[in-house]
């Protein structure tokens, strides 16, 4: 996105425990910290972004909002909405697409007590989501999503006296929806249809039993026997019979067998933290690197239906739909997840992309006359186009962002944006089965491209591809020159890996060599990069100008030193430590190119002061799409595989102490090392693939002896080798 909005700084503190972390001395790390809230959430978080503790398992969402004498849950899915390609405002913005709201829960007191303004306080711990609220000296509700099935549990305490309390389910007044209800016994549901002028009809149910307590009408909770809520959802996606389904998953949970499902739920966030671990000696930065992979779990596993730019809502209108935004946002909560083998929570990325391909098809040859698949901005799941417009202001405002009534902003990029995520998971892990799922999407992203560049003066030069959301009919834009940089050398690496025998393979390495340079300019006396050869060349309030370096990967520390220097004046003349829409690319791309490791350590440490307990920042409606750039740049700080050599510790500053297990580096390789300081060890390589290993060395220089089935090998000397390995074989390197 191009538009920067302002929200209020709510002012909502944040605590985190400073305990430290052993992460060789323990068979199971578990993350100590704790998020905690001194104010209550906003009476109703807002729909663009919450700062509200996020409990979710990947598909079942909730949130939470507090106003005196109630408080409310926000209840989501991953698969939940209007799925129809078409985009309101307005007056239309209910007969638009986008997610929806599954329900609203209340928990109402009604005791004198709680009825007045009393203190409020919530604390979420970051390692399982669990979430206590404290409202006045007498309430405590303990909450949390299960992470095994679609469940949320909630317990309510009265403390020092008996609390008068009921429970309700609601919905958004919302005209295009069919809304059910009812009660049996102790066990009140509510069904939510959007069936009427859609693409694709969807359903939710929910149920809530109350078991200890005859009815979720007015109770009396009594002190010392708490109140236990068992909610029950799912959507048609998943149970045809939604309502039937919910109930029955009701049907056996009662008080003894509550804290098995506990159990199983902790269970699965251990194995979740299990999956790679980071140790700095500083308590702050691994707060929220933890916090950012918390998030990713959380709302993350829906194989089909990823979460939208903001992950959580509160209502049915949430900014741009909630749509999968192509032009970074969506791509970049995504982008930490596999070097920290968070494997799980990056595969759902690329369903609605591929589901895209037949409409991307039919753009390509309407818009663009070419082959291949032409994306707009905004798309939705299963094929559905969230920003389409259907006689509606954008159309008429803004005709040249919208041709054919997809909403392009004159941008021919998306398609190979949106490859970045899935070439990464296949570079990371060399699968041979989704090196096949992914492959026809690659190929026609790149016939897009030989069809659409113009071969002029013995160079390939892009036309009419603005850089910026509408920023006019640019020659070059710089990210889209890394882009297509990025897209032919995927291709001729997935073809060679997969042994096919691509006829176009000459033409992609001709388009390699001869494709027009970064175009450049000088500011302030030094020489950086221009945004575009023609067009815009500098914009004030957006990274763009260096996301051809991050996250399109062309420029590494073994490119050209001169082309490295440009790179670094870039990052210097940019400066967008604090950048509301890309600080997910450009601290990355302040790594990529060796800039001074200080400086990026200290913006880092500036970046969390700006951030609610959750993570969010402030003042930022982007939802998550900034969720892990802690965990994004720590990683790579720690453990750089871009190109397929693997670097440890490129950019670290001196003095921090650090330790790692089982980053993911490019060529399958899990990575472990060490580094007190300034000497590192404990440096291990596991392949999966057995693919050869080229790494830096660790020392710079001198003799390494390569250690294999804990048995001396191979002495090595200089400055980067190559050594062969098997699938499944653990390697050692020490300093001779």
């Known amino acids: 996105m191009n538009r920067i909005v302002r929200l209020k700084n709510l002012g909502i503190a944040c605590v985190c425990s400073l ?45 939470l909002g507090y106003q005196t004498g109630k408080l409310r849950y926000y209840i989501s899915k991953t698969d939940f909405g209007r799925w129809v390609s078409r985009y309101g405002h307005g007056e239309q913005e209910f007969n638009t697409a986008g997610s929806r709201l599954v329900a609203h829960l209340d928990i109402n007191f009604h005791s004198a007590e709680e009825k007045e303004s009393t ?66 016994k102790n066990v009140t549901w509510q069904t939510r249809f959007f069936e009427e002028e859609v693409d694709i009809p969807a359903a939710a149910a929910i149920a809530v039993k109350t078991i200890n307590y005859d ?24 149970q045809k019979n939604t309502l039937e389904y919910v109930c029955n998953s009701l049907s056996g949970i009662n008080a003894h067998n509550v804290p098995r499902f506990l159990e199983l739920h902790n269970a699965w966030w251990k194995q979740y933290w299990q999956k790679s671990s980071v140790w700095l000696n500083d308590s702050l930065m691994m707060k929220s690197y933890y916090q950012g992979l918390y998030t990713m779990g959380a709302c993350s596993r829906n194989v089909n239906f990823p979460p939208g730019i903001f992950g959580w809502i509160s209502d049915d209108t949430p900014a741009w739909n909630n749509d999968y935004h192509l032009n970074y946002n969506f791509e970049a909560p995504f982008y930490a997840l596999y070097t920290a083998n968070r494997l799980e929570q990056a595969l759902p990325y690329d369903a609605p992309i591929l589901a895209f391909m037949p409409r991307g098809k039919w753009y390509a040859e309407q818009v663009t006359h070419t082959r291949g698949i032409l ?114 050398n995927l291709m001729i690496d997935l073809s060679n890996d997969m042994h096919i025998q691509e006829t176009d393979a000459g033409k992609w390495k001709n388009i390699l060599s001869h494709i027009s340079p970064f175009p450049t300019q000088t500011r302030n006396g030094r020489v950086v990069f221009r945004y575009t050869e023609k067009g815009l060349d500098w914009y004030p309030g957006n990274g763009l100008g260096a ?55 200290n913006k880092l440490h500036a970046f969390i002061a700006n951030t609610r307990p959750n993570g969010f920042i402030n003042n930022n409606v982007h939802g998550i799409e900034n969720a892990c750039v802690v965990a994004n740049a720590i990683d790579e700080m720690l453990c750089m595989s871009v190109g397929n050599v693997i670097r440890l510790f490129p950019v670290l500053p001196t003095g921090i102490d650090a330790s790692f297990s089982k980053l993911r580096a490019n060529g399958a390789f899990l990575v472990s090392a060490k580094i007190k300081s300034g000497n590192i060890s404990d440096v291990e390589f596991m392949s999966e693939k057995g693919r050869s290993l080229t790494f830096d060395n660790p020392w710079k220089k001198g003799k390494i002896r390569v250690i294999r089935a804990g048995k001396p090998a191979e002495q090595l000397t200089g400055a980067r080798f190559t050594v062969s390995t098997e699938k499944g074989e653990r390697i050692r390197i020490v300093r001779e």
Request: charged residues 15%; hydrophobic residues 40%; neutral net charge.
């Open 19 to 63: 305990l430290p972390i052993q992460l060789f001395s323990q068979s199971i790390f578990i993350p100590p910290y704790k998020n905690t809230w001194t104010k209550p959430p906003r009476e109703i978080p807002s729909r663009t972004s919450t700062d509200a503790p996020l409990m979710g398992n990947g598909d079942l969402l909730a949130t």
């Open 119 to 184: 203190p409020f306080s919530a604390s979420q711990e970051i390692w399982n989501g669990q979430t206590v609220v404290k409202i006045g000296d007498n309430i405590s509700v303990t909450s949390w999503v299960c992470a095994t099935q679609n469940l949320i549990f909630i317990k309510v305490n009265a403390l020092e006296r008996n609390a008068k309390v009921s429970v309700s389910l609601g919905a958004p007044e919302n005209k295009m929806a069919k809304l059910s209800a009812g009660q049996l």
């Open 215 to 238: 009815t979720p009408a007015e109770m009396l909770v009594e002190k010392g026997r708490p109140l236990l809520l068992a909610i029950a959802v799912e959507s048609n996606f998943s």
């Open 375 to 488: 994306y707009p901005v905004g798309i939705g799941p299963m094929g559905t186009e969230v920003t389409r417009q259907v006689d509606t202001f954008y159309s008429h405002l803004h005709p040249t962002g919208i041709e054919k009534g997809g909403m392009f902003w004159q941008q021919r990029s998306n398609a190979a944006y949106a490859l970045l995520n899935m070439g990464q998971y296949w570079y990371s892990t060399y699968d041979t089965a989704y090196a096949k799922k992914i492959y026809p999407y690659a190929k026609a992203v790149a016939e897009f491209w030989e069809d659409y560049l113009r071969s002029e003066e013995g160079r390939y030069v892009i036309y009419n591809d603005a850089i910026h959301e509408g920023s006019g009919n640019d020659i070059n834009p710089i990210l889209s020159l890394g882009l297509v940089r990025y897209v032919f």
């Open 547 to 601: 996301q051809h370096i991050y996250p399109a990967n062309a420029i590494t520390l073994d490119s050209d030193t001169a082309l490295l220097s440009v790179s670094r004046n870039t990052i210097e003349e940019m400066s967008r430590w604090k950048d509301y829409n890309t600080s997910s690319s450009f601290f990355m791309a302040a790594i990529r190119v060796g800039y001074n490791a200080d400086t990026i350590y």
